[in-house]
């Protein structure tokens, strides 16, 4: 009982910062693997996502970083609409306001586009597929006003909101759209009908679209309020699978 | 004077336990607004993207400061050299699970192996998603394709923190007396002589030589 040995063998000291620094070592080790995969993960995402979506599509699903899309939204869950009664109001300076359903969009001349997603923090969906009606069809059925310069979005989320230039909104690669991979629009991507803006950051391409309001100005929307480019125009060096529309 | 067989061993001083519960709050904050944020099902039912995307950038922000403050202690100072060294005997108690386990097996220092790269681990980890998650947020000063390899690498080293940790919390659930010496800052002797036999030595040495262990 007097005896502090407990064990049979008397076991050597500790002597502290005897050995090889390992743990120096692991952090530098994983920190330069963290740049190298900042500096080559666009290219190697793509390669890894192409490789996962022809074997385990699902994990996508679960996994956006096996290149599926993230969800944004910016209240609390998605905004709630009735098929039947959900009406796509275009108004401002037109000639005719219009209150489009469902199915007026569907009798419209429908587009589609098979393009990159991109989101301005870096993520993106390569080749993705919409369809819907080219919003400068939209724009042409309502008739726009001398000295309109500018179209803004709404959402009937009630919070979002967004806008583009008439140069820009009369460009062939922007859809009002009412489907995604060749099936109607899901909750989650903004049924029953959104914006798509091919050439800019994914925040431009406003879900759950309420109204299309024609203006002399830019109303500024949600995101850019919070510090983001108006302008929101996807980079040259962006190393994006398809090709940009001039 | 030789310490008794009851004796109680100073672990964790109050600098270093104030740190590991800092760093785990804003960790479980980070790991959880994490998932709404990335995790389809979750970002749909919880929403609110600007509100859980201001909670995730804070917390991420706000990780060194216990870091940078623990530099300070002189007892955290001396520990992290411990984690950093590796001598044959963290190797020989990697390699062998039967080794460990054998009475009077591996010597095993404050720390073992494992909470040495765990330590490592978690060091690289905040310093590479807090560059990471820099790019992504002050995604203007960056080429969208550094955005891209940002935000690849920020997706999957975080789910290897989640394995990571829950793996920490696992092992932690595995022995009272070591998660309770990281809320007194005590462990008993006796703990102590089964768990980390050279760190034992090392005291009853330093007792019977009367040197105070540093508690800063």
């Known amino acids: ?246 | 004077m030789p310490l008794s067989p009851d004796a109680v061993l100073a672990r964790f001083s109050k600098a270093e336990r104030a740190l590991h519960w800092s760093v785990a709050v804003l960790m479980i904050i980070l790991i959880l607004t994490g998932a709404c944020l990335y995790l389809p099902v979750l970002s749909g039912l919880i929403g609110n993207r600007y509100i859980v995307q201001t909670l995730h950038i804070w917390s991420g922000f706000l990780l060194p400061i216990p870091i940078i403050l623990a530099m300070f202690s002189r007892a955290f100072r001396r520990d992290t050299q411990r984690l950093n060294r590796f001598t044959s005997y963290d190797w020989q108690w990697l390699k062998s699970k039967r080794a460990r386990a054998r009475v009077g097996g591996v010597p095993v220092g404050k720390f073992n192996a494992g909470q040495k790269l765990y330590a490592a681990f978690a060091l690289a980890s905040i310093i590479i998603m807090l560059g990471t998650g820099s790019i992504m947020e002050f995604n203007s000063y960056f080429q969208d394709f550094l955005r891209t390899g940002a935000t690849f690498v920020h997706d999957w080293l975080s789910l290897a923190i989640v394995v990571v940790v829950v793996g920490h919390i696992y092992k932690a659930l595995g022995d009272a007396t070591a998660r309770m010496a990281m809320v007194t800052g005590s462990a008993p002797l006796s703990w102590a002589e089964r768990e980390h036999s050279a760190w034992a030595a090392e005291q009853k040495a330093l007792a019977s030589t009367e040197s105070p262990a540093p508690t800063a």
């Open chain 1, 1 to 246: 009982m007097s005896n502090i040995e407990t064990n049979t063998t008397e076991v050597a000291p500790e002597v502290p910062g005897l050995g090889s620094p390992v743990g120096r070592r692991v952090v530098l080790g994983m920190v330069g693997l963290g740049i190298a995969g900042v500096a080559g993960g666009s290219w190697l995402s793509a390669g890894m996502t192409d490789a996962i979506n022809s074997t385990v599509p699902q994990v996508s699903g679960v996994f956006p970083g096996a290149g599926g899309f993230r969800i944004y939204t910016v209240i609390s869950g998605y905004p709630s609409y009735d098929a039947a009664s959900y009406r796509l109001t275009v108004g401002g300076l037109v000639d005719k306001p219009l209150s489009l359903s469902l199915s007026d969009l569907a009798a419209m001349k429908q587009t589609g586009l098979t393009k990159d997603f991109q989101c301005v923090t870096g993520w993106r969906v390569a080749n993705v597929p919409w369809s819907g009606v080219l919003l400068s069809d939209v724009l042409s059925a309502a008739g726009v006003q001398a000295g309109a310069g500018a179209v803004n979005f709404n959402s009937f989320d009630g919070a979002y909101t967004e806008s583009l230039t008439m140069d820009e909104a009369l460009r062939p690669d922007i859809l009002v759209a009412t489907s995604l991979f060749n099936q109607p629009l899901t909750d989650e991507h903004g049924a029953p009908v959104r914006l798509y803006v091919a050439p800019m950051y994914g925040y431009k391409s406003i879900k759950w679209l309420g109204g299309i309001t024609v203006a002399k100005t830019v109303d500024p929307g949600y995101w850019e309020k919070l510090g983001y480019d108006v302008e929101a125009w996807v980079g040259q060096s962006n190393g994006r699978s398809d090709a940009p529309i001039a």
